[in-house]
């Protein structure tokens, strides 16, 4: 760990040119909005009658005891479920029936609770495919001969892009391993690599920390904080109060499928309501 | 990590990824070798099958020379086997696309294939007449036929795919199987035996299935053709093993032509794979919602992956009527078992990777199907034995008196069906011991561009391996007017 500080330093040098930032001149303040989200399973009420909204360049806190139904809030967001009832807005159009590839391809990804690596494909594989509008997808592109030279010419900007996040999250050492190799954060922090080379607006995280060690844990919220100056917004599942207090301009508490409050990590402090049913004497 | 000195390089990595070693070394420091590390995978690829060919001729030789079989004996027995290993090369590839690469459950690949040589003999066959005894065809072109089994094969494809490709992923294996004995009980049902249209007698053949001209490929396009005279009669001179220029000759043809349609298909498989829509079939295979998650459309790229395998599936079906039925098919060829062989063949070269594909098929076919009839052939031309028992129970009571004689010749006189239980023993031993198959488990990474670190400068910036010699044919970044 003694490379630690000098690596620090060198992303701090490098963050600028990391990502190319999101034009939030003509996009609406309120990127995503959910109004009214129900989700049942069998005779579960998962999600109960969810709604609110997570402004443009924030990162934006969802908290709520286990079972509040975050995860499933996220599924029916990032089009994974059909709601039963309710609507999702993504910058002012209704995609509650898009399929999630279309929402990805609009901006809006998002990570899974459980890190969900491609095993068997390496780490720079796993990093490669995130891009949009890779050309060499489409097979013929890829087989004829004539065609290929634009492919390459994609794959060596895409590879060159690879290289740097993969250094800010410190995972270019493992670039040529196995994905279902790597450790739980080390999974953790390629899903989030991953999900960040795919130029989205905004991202739903679903406990993204877990197993992270604290000082890279650190430089990844610092990095966020620099991702919403960029006008990058995240929607953001942690269980650690001292996180979402010290990082998260605005907060969401679920509980029972619901709302129960929303505010500053200020206001959900001080909430009545947020203590009995959720923080107890934590804080 | 070391820091910003000397990042990805990684001899590290390279330790903790275990029994890979083979494959992917990682470069040197120096820029100007970039490209080495992957040149020599290719070869070694390359290598590693003809090494493994060779090999395999070279035990059919040795086992044919103590045998005493006569060299015309043994060089007609190792073309027929390479006429063989070569449809199933062509099958285990298609499969690996299927199944290695994408993760789709094909256990109906025989119906590919059946429709693929149905479609190309009912293609070429010669026109009959109104009332002749059996059908004929529309006496199309060799190339047409081949091309309308493509197409066929594709289209079938389509049909399957459209309702179970989206759904779980036993729902394919379903529908595959039900498939293709749909297919093979379709032509065996005399609905459509022979029917008359546009003044032409056409039709499927029923039980007794299509018998298409009988000019050997070798007599038709080379000996007929005409324009190879000079080299016919040098074979013809050199080969004259036992006065003419005869079957072994042809089929060396067969062979050989079929070996260059694999190259093909191993060209346009290792290139697809390669690539990065065969990125996007790993991560299908994989996990199927995180790519859909990364925003790639998973339902076409299954469909456009299942649809060129089984479009493969037809050509090898077709090629086989061909090359190996001797233009003629009918039902029964198509059972299930050929299915089953191919998936043996897949899963001992190690599935995912197109050259343990090429190797499973040659094992396969080598090994476990020719070889136990093969070493039975040459055994019984150095012995003579005794007439066998007719009873399991009548071989092993002679075990107990210590006379393995009446044992062994019921082995040998078995041996057709005996193979079928090796081949069951080597599977299990192969799950158990080696699960991922020969050559399974490679990184056959899947990139356009070499992934492979290049250049460190003192800042720790790495530059994209593709700043070497292979980029120089790149052109301009044409692809980036794709970018939304
Ligand atoms: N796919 C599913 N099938 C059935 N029940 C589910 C499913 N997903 C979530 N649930 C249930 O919905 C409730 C909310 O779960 P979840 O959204 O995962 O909560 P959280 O992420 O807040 O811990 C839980 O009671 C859980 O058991
Ligand atoms: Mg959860």
Same mark, same amino acid.
Not at chain 1, 171 to 190: C, I, M, T, V
Not at chain 2, 67 to 79: E, H, K, N, Q, Y
Not at chain 2, 395 to 422: C, E, K, Q, T, Y
């Given at each position: 760990m003694s490379s630690a500080d000098a690596a620090v330093e060198k992303g701090a040098e490098e963050e600028p040119t990391l990502e190319l930032g999101v034009e939030t001149a003509d996009l609406a303040a309120v990127p995503l909005r959910v109004d009214g989200l129900e989700k049942q399973f069998g005779g579960i009420t998962a999600v109960d009658g969810a709604t609110f909204e997570v402004e443009r360049g924030t990162i934006t806190g969802l908290i709520g005891p286990n079972g509040a139904g975050k995860s499933t809030t996220f599924n029916l967001i990032t089009g994974f479920h059909r709601p039963d009832a309710g609507a999702v807005y993504f910058d002012g159009d209704d995609v509650t029936e898009d399929s999630p590839h279309t929402l990805a391809r609009k901006g809006l990804v998002r990570t899974f609770q459980i890190a969900r690596e491609l095993s068997e494909m390496t780490v720079m594989e796993n990093m490669m495919l995130a891009p949009k509008g890779q050309s060499g997808e489409q097979l013929w592109r890829s087989v004829l001969p004539w065609t290929r030279g634009g492919v390459r010419a994609q794959e060596s900007e895409n590879l060159e892009r690879t290289w740097r996040t993969l250094e800010f999250f410190e995972l270019d050492h493992l670039w040529n391993e196995y994905a279902g190799n790597l450790s739980g954060g080390q999974r953790k922090l390629l899903e989030m690599a991953r999900v960040l080379m795919t130029d989205p607006q905004v991202v739903l995280?679903?406990?993204?920390?877990?197993?992270?060690?604290?000082?890279? *844990?650190?430089?990844?919220?610092?990095?966020? !904080?620099?991702?919403?100056?960029?006008?990058?917004?995240?929607?953001?599942? *942690? !269980?650690?109060?001292?996180? @979402?207090?010290?990082?998260? *301009? !605005?907060? @969401?508490v679920m509980h029972q499928g619901r709302v129960l409050a929303?505010?500053?990590?200020?206001? @959900?402090?001080?909430?009545? *309501?947020?203590?009995?049913?959720?923080l107890g004497d934590d804080l | 990590m070391s820091g910003g000195s000397d990042p990805g390089s990684g001899p590290d990595s390279e330790a903790s990824s275990g029994g890979d070693a083979q494959s992917d070394p990682p470069s040197d420091a120096d820029p100007a070798s970039a490209d080495d590390p992957l040149t020599r995978v290719r070869e070694s690829d390359v290598s590693l099958i003809v090494g493994g060919f060779l090999a395999l001729y070279l035990g059919y030789v040795l086992v044919g020379i103590v045998a005493g079989l006569s060299p015309r004996g043994i060089f007609?027995?190792?073309?027929?086997?390479?006429? $063989?290993?070569?449809?199933?090369?062509?099958?285990?590839?298609?499969?690996?696309?299927?199944?290695?690469?994408?993760?789709?459950?094909?256990?109906?690949?025989?119906?590919?294939?059946?429709?693929?040589?149905?479609?190309?003999?009912?293609?070429?066959?010669?026109?009959?007449?109104?009332?002749?005894?059996?059908?004929?065809? $529309?006496?199309?072109?060799?190339?047409?036929?081949?091309?309308?089994?493509?197409v066929a094969?594709?289209?079938?494809?389509?049909?399957?795919?459209?309702?179970?490709?989206?759904?779980?992923?036993?729902?394919?294996?379903?529908?595959?199987?039900?498939?293709?004995?749909?297919?093979?009980?379709?032509?065996?049902?005399?609905?459509?035996?022979?029917?008359?249209?546009?003044?032409?007698?056409?039709?499927?053949?029923?039980?007794?299935?299509?018998?298409?001209?009988?000019?050997t490929p070798f007599d038709r396009y080379v000996y007929e053709a005409g324009w190879s005279e000079g080299l016919v009669d040098f074979l013809d001179e050199t080969f004259r093993i036992s006065g003419t220029l005869g079957p072994p000759i042809e089929t060396l043809?067969?062979?050989?032509?079929?070996?260059?349609?694999?190259?093909?298909?191993?060209?346009?498989?290792?290139?697809?794979?390669?690539?990065?829509?065969?990125?996007?079939?790993?991560?299908?295979?994989?996990?199927?919602?995180v790519a859909n998650a990364l925003g790639k459309d998973t339902g076409r790229f299954k469909m456009k992956s299942f649809m060129l395998g089984c479009a493969l599936m037809g050509l090898a079906g077709a090629l086989y009527v061909y090359f190996q039925l001797g233009n003629t098919v009918n039902p029964t060829v198509f059972r299930p078992r050929l299915t089953f062989f191919v998936w043996v063949a897949l899963i001992l070269g190690g599935a995912g990777s197109n050259t343990g594909s090429v190797l499973g098929a040659a094992l396969f076919v080598g090994i476990l199907f020719r070889g136990p009839l093969y070493v039975k052939n040459a055994v019984e031309n150095i012995v003579a034995f005794p007439d066998s028992p007719a009873t399991v129970a009548g071989a092993l009571g002679g075990l107990l008196s210590l006379d393995p004689v009446p044992f062994l010749a019921f082995l040998f006189d078995n041996m057709g069906s005996l193979r079928i239980i090796l081949l069951g023993v080597v599977l299990i031993v192969l799950m158990k011991r080696r699960p991922q198959g020969l050559l399974g488990h490679r990184k056959e990474t899947a990139a356009a561009v070499p992934l492979v670190p290049t250049e460190t400068t003192a800042t720790g910036g790495l530059t994209p391996g593709s700043e070497g010699p292979e980029a120089t044919d790149g052109g301009e970044p044409g692809g980036g007017g794709e970018r939304p």
């Amino acid at each position: 760990m003694s490379s630690a500080d000098a690596a620090v330093e060198k992303g701090a040098e490098e963050e600028p040119t990391l990502e190319l930032g999101v034009e939030t001149a003509d996009l609406a303040a309120v990127p995503l909005r959910v109004d009214g989200l129900e989700k049942q399973f069998g005779g579960i009420t998962a999600v109960d009658g969810a709604t609110f909204e997570v402004e443009r360049g924030t990162i934006t806190g969802l908290i709520g005891p286990n079972g509040a139904g975050k995860s499933t809030t996220f599924n029916l967001i990032t089009g994974f479920h059909r709601p039963d009832a309710g609507a999702v807005y993504f910058d002012g159009d209704d995609v509650t029936e898009d399929s999630p590839h279309t929402l990805a391809r609009k901006g809006l990804v998002r990570t899974f609770q459980i890190a969900r690596e491609l095993s068997e494909m390496t780490v720079m594989e796993n990093m490669m495919l995130a891009p949009k509008g890779q050309s060499g997808e489409q097979l013929w592109r890829s087989v004829l001969p004539w065609t290929r030279g634009g492919v390459r010419a994609q794959e060596s900007e895409n590879l060159e892009r690879t290289w740097r996040t993969l250094e800010f999250f410190e995972l270019d050492h493992l670039w040529n391993e196995y994905a279902g190799n790597l450790s739980g954060g080390q999974r953790k922090l390629l899903e989030m690599a991953r999900v960040l080379m795919t130029d989205p607006q905004v991202v739903l995280l679903d406990e993204p920390l877990a197993g992270v060690n604290p000082s890279l *844990e650190k430089r990844l919220l610092e990095h966020l !904080h620099e991702l919403t100056d960029l006008g990058y917004t995240f929607l953001i599942v *942690e !269980h650690d109060m001292d996180v @979402i207090m010290q990082h998260c *301009e !605005h907060v @969401i508490v679920m509980h029972q499928g619901r709302v129960l409050a929303e505010g500053t990590p200020a206001d @959900i402090r001080d909430n009545e *309501e947020v203590i009995d049913a959720y923080l107890g004497d934590d804080l | 990590m070391s820091g910003g000195s000397d990042p990805g390089s990684g001899p590290d990595s390279e330790a903790s990824s275990g029994g890979d070693a083979q494959s992917d070394p990682p470069s040197d420091a120096d820029p100007a070798s970039a490209d080495d590390p992957l040149t020599r995978v290719r070869e070694s690829d390359v290598s590693l099958i003809v090494g493994g060919f060779l090999a395999l001729y070279l035990g059919y030789v040795l086992v044919g020379i103590v045998a005493g079989l006569s060299p015309r004996g043994i060089f007609a027995t190792v073309t027929q086997l390479t006429l $063989l290993i070569a449809i199933y090369a062509m099958l285990t590839l298609s499969l690996n696309l299927h199944w290695g690469y994408t993760g789709l459950f094909n256990i109906g690949i025989v119906g590919f294939m059946a429709v693929g040589g149905y479609t190309f003999l009912m293609l070429t066959m010669q026109v009959a007449e109104p009332g002749v005894r059996s059908a004929g065809g $529309l006496g199309l072109p060799f190339v047409v036929g081949l091309a309308g089994a493509v197409v066929a094969a594709a289209v079938l494809g389509f049909v399957v795919g459209l309702p179970s490709l989206r759904l779980r992923a036993d729902y394919l294996a379903i529908t595959t199987i039900a498939m293709a004995e749909i297919v093979r009980y379709f032509y065996q049902s005399n609905a459509f035996q022979q029917v008359e249209l546009f003044g032409m007698s056409l039709g499927t053949g029923g039980g007794s299935g299509l018998v298409g001209d009988s000019t050997t490929p070798f007599d038709r396009y080379v000996y007929e053709a005409g324009w190879s005279e000079g080299l016919v009669d040098f074979l013809d001179e050199t080969f004259r093993i036992s006065g003419t220029l005869g079957p072994p000759i042809e089929t060396l043809f067969d062979a050989i032509v079929l070996l260059v349609v694999v190259a093909g298909f191993y060209w346009l498989l290792k290139r697809t794979g390669g690539s990065p829509f065969g990125r996007v079939l790993k991560a299908i295979r994989e996990d199927e919602d995180v790519a859909n998650a990364l925003g790639k459309d998973t339902g076409r790229f299954k469909m456009k992956s299942f649809m060129l395998g089984c479009a493969l599936m037809g050509l090898a079906g077709a090629l086989y009527v061909y090359f190996q039925l001797g233009n003629t098919v009918n039902p029964t060829v198509f059972r299930p078992r050929l299915t089953f062989f191919v998936w043996v063949a897949l899963i001992l070269g190690g599935a995912g990777s197109n050259t343990g594909s090429v190797l499973g098929a040659a094992l396969f076919v080598g090994i476990l199907f020719r070889g136990p009839l093969y070493v039975k052939n040459a055994v019984e031309n150095i012995v003579a034995f005794p007439d066998s028992p007719a009873t399991v129970a009548g071989a092993l009571g002679g075990l107990l008196s210590l006379d393995p004689v009446p044992f062994l010749a019921f082995l040998f006189d078995n041996m057709g069906s005996l193979r079928i239980i090796l081949l069951g023993v080597v599977l299990i031993v192969l799950m158990k011991r080696r699960p991922q198959g020969l050559l399974g488990h490679r990184k056959e990474t899947a990139a356009a561009v070499p992934l492979v670190p290049t250049e460190t400068t003192a800042t720790g910036g790495l530059t994209p391996g593709s700043e070497g010699p292979e980029a120089t044919d790149g052109g301009e970044p044409g692809g980036g007017g794709e970018r939304p």
